[in-house]
């Protein structure tokens, strides 16, 4: 099936998207944080996240080069989906997705207990809208881990292509925990209301996976691979 591909001479604001994603994601300066939502703090304290919510990027990134773009490759049973990561513009979920990914961030697992291990293996792709995304990251049933982050959402945030790695949901501010989605075209009704983690290559394996879900399938998450290259 034919990805969602620009024609002509990419627009400003990809262009600009792109040079930004290049930029940050190749420096070796650990991005500040932004201030603490105090309600957000509270409830993950509450729910017993050593972390109240901001696993720190510096721990997520321990062990990586200092320098090169910062990828998660999602490796699917049907290809792999190559993804920029943008840890400038949103360095708080950046940083527990990556953490989840290479067992370094904690979460609540279904006996009860904080488990430190790869979040991401063996996952269901679970959910679909044909032509617009394709969401996973439930695990055991659940849409949480134990925790919750705060939004990272600016001004100028854009889901007008296919390929936009973002946090999915409840649709209430500050509920993205560990599920996710790859957009596989436009979907402009998503802006303002989750945070973008980045950019993939791979959407013809997004779509894929995508039409599978739609058909009833059961399409798998093997595993993420975060790199710096």
Same mark, same amino acid.
């Given at each position: 099936?034919?990805?969602?591909?620009?024609?002509?001479?990419?627009?400003?604001?990809?262009?600009?998207?792109?040079?930004?994603?290049?930029?940050?994601?190749?420096?070796?300066?650990?991005?500040?944080?932004?201030?603490?939502?105090?309600?957000?703090?509270?409830?993950?304290?509450?729910? !017993? #996240?050593?972390?109240?919510?901001?696993?720190? $990027?510096?721990? *997520?990134?321990? @062990?990586? &080069?200092?320098? %090169? /773009?910062?990828?998660?490759?999602?490796?699917?049973?049907?290809?792999?989906?190559?993804?920029?990561?943008?840890?400038?513009?949103?360095?708080?979920?950046?940083?527990?997705?990556?953490?989840?990914?290479?067992?370094?961030?904690?979460?609540?697992?279904?006996?009860?207990?904080?488990?430190?291990?790869?979040?991401?293996?063996?996952?269901?792709?679970?959910?679909?809208?044909?032509?617009?995304?394709?969401?996973?990251?439930?695990?055991?049933?659940?849409?949480?881990?134990?925790?919750?982050?705060?939004?990272?959402?600016?001004? !100028? #945030?854009?889901?007008?292509?296919?390929?936009? $790695?973002?946090? *999915?949901?409840? @649709?209430? &501010?500050?509920? %993205? /925990?560990?599920?996710?989605?790859?957009?596989?075209?436009?979907?402009?009704?998503?802006?303002?209301?989750?945070?973008?983690?980045?950019?993939?290559?791979?959407?013809?394996?997004?779509?894929?996976?995508?039409?599978?879900?739609?058909?009833?399938?059961?399409?798998?998450?093997?595993?993420?691979?975060?790199?710096?290259?």
């Amino acid at each position: 099936m034919t990805a969602f591909r620009l024609l002509g001479p990419r627009p400003p604001g990809l262009v600009l998207l792109g040079t930004l994603l290049s930029a940050c994601a190749t420096s070796s300066a650990v991005p500040t944080l932004p201030p603490p939502v105090p309600e957000v703090v509270a409830a993950n304290e509450a729910a !017993g #996240d050593p972390y109240s919510g901001r696993f720190p $990027l510096d721990e *997520a990134l321990a @062990g990586l &080069p200092p320098e %090169g /773009s910062l990828h998660a490759v999602l490796v699917t049973d049907d290809g792999e989906i190559d993804c920029t990561l943008d840890p400038i513009h949103a360095p708080l979920s950046v940083a527990s997705f990556v953490g989840l990914a290479r067992g370094l961030r904690p979460f609540l697992a279904a006996d009860g207990q904080w488990h430190t291990e790869p979040y991401y293996v063996d996952l269901v792709w679970h959910r679909a809208e044909d032509g617009q995304f394709v969401q996973t990251g439930q695990r055991d049933g659940r849409d949480t881990a134990g925790f919750v982050l705060q939004d990272e959402v600016s001004y !100028g #945030d854009s889901f007008d292509r296919g390929g936009v $790695l973002a946090m *999915a949901n409840t @649709g209430q &501010p500050h509920t %993205g /925990s560990v599920e996710f989605f790859v957009t596989t075209g436009p979907a402009s009704h998503l802006e303002g209301a989750h945070t973008i983690l980045g950019q993939c290559d791979g959407e013809a394996v997004a779509r894929r996976v995508e039409q599978r879900v739609v058909r009833g399938e059961q399409p798998r998450l093997l595993r993420i691979d975060v790199t710096r290259r």
